[in-house]
Nanobody
């Protein structure tokens, strides 16, 4: 089991940028797919971005493709989400997640279950 702590959220104007971080402890990210999800008020949690177990393949939701970039630093055991050209509809609580299954793909992040490891979330608010 891994403990995940997100940071970097905040209030930003439309068109601005933020970088979210997710620090992991208890287990390395190596060999496990990880990713980001978000949940807006009154909506279900949705997939945002994933990175595969080896860190060389990524996968994005259509709504963020070309604006968001997922990356990781194994030495720091930290996952990142660079968010550019933010829109008001990006407002949500953002969660990082880590698969408990070895050698998983970036696409598999989109179907992570509650049994995987999840952080507590960080609020991102984009004003118009």
């Amino acid at each position: 089991q891994v403990q995940l702590v997100e940071s970097g959220g905040g209030l930003v104007q439309a068109g601005g940028s933020l970088r979210l971080s997710c620090a992991a402890s208890g287990r390395t990210f190596s060999n496990y797919a990880t990713g980001w999800f978000r949940q807006a008020p009154g909506k279900e949690r949705e997939f945002v971005a994933g990175i595969n177990w080896s860190g060389d393949s990524t996968y994005y939701a259509d709504s963020v493709k070309g604006r968001f970039t997922i990356s990781r630093d194994i030495a720091k055991n930290t996952l990142y989400l660079q968010m550019n050209s933010l829109k008001p509809e990006d407002t949500a609580v953002y969660y990082c997640a880590a698969s408990r299954r070895l050698f998983t793909t970036a696409e598999s992040v989109a179907v992570m279950s509650p049994d995987d490891d999840w952080g507590q979330g960080t609020q991102v608010t984009v004003s118009s």
